[in-house]
């Protein structure tokens, strides 16, 4: 049975888990942190005692990673600070997913090389101090509309080992996939260095609202060796109690 969870702020994730979800996955941007005029990093009190085995929306828009002429050292007082405060309410080895379309588009008219370099210098720098507080960053590929650097499962991949920057496992995110038309053998291709999952329907719309891969995409996955859990990344409707009762039962009916 698929251990299932939810992406989303904390009013989505208290219903999620009364409706039997295993876990919440809360944003961390305006949600878990919430930041002073002058950026200081503070845990929002609502959290405080809780645990979280994951975290998404790391970064906001203005914390430039891949422009490189951007203050390197903003972007490491902001991981250097926002970790230590995020580890308070995170479970050891706790996941954080750095997709951040915002923050890592690469301007216009920076030279495309350099600004690669920057990001890769920014993940590692978030790698790293991720790992003084137990916590693992995980590299999210996103859609074409949210960013222009990294797009697929492959390019994803293909990023981290130009870059030599180990020690970062990847996000399998089916709305991503489908967007960019990546086959789901890819999933299997790249089983190995896959450590999260985020599913939705086809249009990131509840399971069951459309007619996307979702359930081939779960099968895919376990049947290459994942068996690690599931986040349930929506865009909610109308009816959301209803909506997230179905996706977590949908998710649940699967082998």
């Known amino acids: ?106 301007p216009e008219g920076v030279d495309r090389s350099a600004a690669e370099a920057r990001f890769a210098e920014s993940l590692v720098i978030a790698r790293d101090a991720a790992n003084e507080h137990d916590l693992r960053v995980m590299l999210e590929p996103l859609h074409k509309g949210e960013t222009n650097l990294i797009h697929t499962l492959g390019e994803a991949v293909e990023f981290l080992d130009a870059h030599g920057v180990d020690g970062v496992q990847i996000v399998a995110d089916l709305f991503h ?38 359930r081939e995409f779960v099968a895919t996955l376990r049947d290459a060796g994942f068996d690690g859990p599931v986040s349930l990344e929506c865009n909610w409707g109308d009816e959301l109690e209803t909506e997230i009762a179905a996706s977590i039962a949908a998710l649940r009916a699967l082998p």
């Open 1 to 106: 049975m698929t251990t299932v969870g939810l992406i989303g702020p904390r009013a989505n994730g208290l219903i999620a888990q009364r409706l039997g979800a295993d876990y919440v996955e809360p944003t961390i941007v305006g949600n878990v942190i919430l930041f002073a005029e002058d950026a200081t990093p503070s845990l929002n009190p609502e959290f405080a005692g809780e645990r979280y085995p994951s975290f998404a929306i790391l970064l906001p828009g203005d914390v430039r990673v891949a422009d490189p002429s951007f203050d390197l050292e903003r972007v490491r007082s902001y991981f250097t600070t926002l970790f230590p405060v995020l580890a308070q309410v995170a479970e050891p080895g706790a996941k954080i997913v750095f997709g951040s379309g915002a923050a890592r588009r690469i």
């Open 177 to 214: 996939i489908e967007q960019e038309g990546e086959p789901l053998s890819t999933v299997s291709d790249h089983i190995e260095r896959i450590g999260h999952a985020h599913i939705a329907d086809a249009g990131r719309f509840w399971l069951g609202a459309g007619d996307g891969q979702w």
